[in-house]
Nanobody
Framework: VQLQASGGGLVQAGGSLRLSCSAS????????MGWFRQAPGKEREFVAA????????LYTPSVKGRFTVSRDNAKNTVYLQMDSLKPEDTAIYYC?????????????????WGQGTQVTVSS
């Protein structure tokens, strides 16, 4: 499975961005998917996860109510809609796929990673 993340950019606080992650390979629809982010000098952290069927969905508390993860299995794509962005959301965002669990929140559970897309939120 190869993952290609896109949609990052520079936005002012309070703005929105929509990240996309396109996957190659036949196993996408059977794979749990996740979004992680890594800010400078910090560990890569969990942001959101979605099961292969689209539910359930999990979010880290700091983004709940502002971010929405979704997937379109017909297009082999997972999305992360980010609203009400804050400067502390600034990071490189990575999508991840694969693994054995129904839904996954830990980095080591995922087998495949995209290259990351930069999100910068100015104050």
């Amino acid at each position: 499975v190869q993952l290609q993340a896109s949609g990052g950019g520079l936005v002012q606080a309070g703005g929105s961005l929509r990240l996309s992650c396109s996957a190659s390979g036949r196993t996408f629809s059977s794979s749990p998917m996740g979004w992680f982010r890594q800010a400078p000098g910090k560990e890569r952290e969990f942001v959101a996860a979605i099961s292969r069927s689209g539910a359930p969905i999990l979010y880290t508390p700091s983004v709940k109510g502002r971010f929405t993860v979704s997937r379109d299995n017909a297009k082999n794509t997972v999305y992360l809609q980010m609203d009400s962005l804050k400067p502390e959301d600034t990071a490189i965002y990575y999508c991840a796929a694969g693994g054995k669990s129904f839904i996954q929140t830990m980095r080591q559970e995922y087998e495949y990673w995209g290259q990351g897309t930069q999100v910068t939120v100015s104050s």
